[in-house]
């Protein structure tokens, strides 16, 4: 197995590192609900369909994500504490590159 360490700051504002795993396909807000760094309901409502915004995060690192796809780039458009640096978690797949990222979950809406 593969890990990669991606530091994510909670609502709460601490910082947990995590070991995150390349090799199973999974994204970010499957990371966070994983780790349970976000109370049960409050993040990944619609189950990663980039339809509810729950997972938005900001990325706080100077790292080279894959582009935004038209449902990530339309939530967002209707979200609340959108920031330039906003992205969808279920919508950022964990891949090598990432080693390093860091993440804030933005609040709850």
């Known amino acids: 197995m593969t890990d990669i360490k991606i530091t994510i700051t ?16 999974m994204n970010l807000m499957e990371l966070v609900r994983s780790y349970e760094l976000a109370p049960e309901g409050t993040i990944g409502i619609c189950g990663g369909m980039a339809m509810c915004a729950s997972c938005q995060c900001y990325v706080e690192s100077d790292h080279d994500l894959p582009e935004m796809g038209d449902d990530e780039e339309a939530m967002l458009a ?20 990432m080693d390093g990222l860091r993440v804030t979950l933005a609040p709850e809406e």
């Open 10 to 25: 909670d609502r709460d504002g601490v910082a947990h590192e995590i070991d995150a795993p390349t090799d199973m396909n």
């Open 78 to 97: 209707e979200a609340f504490h959108v920031e330039d640096n906003s992205r969808l978690g279920c919508q950022l797949h964990i891949h090598q590159d």
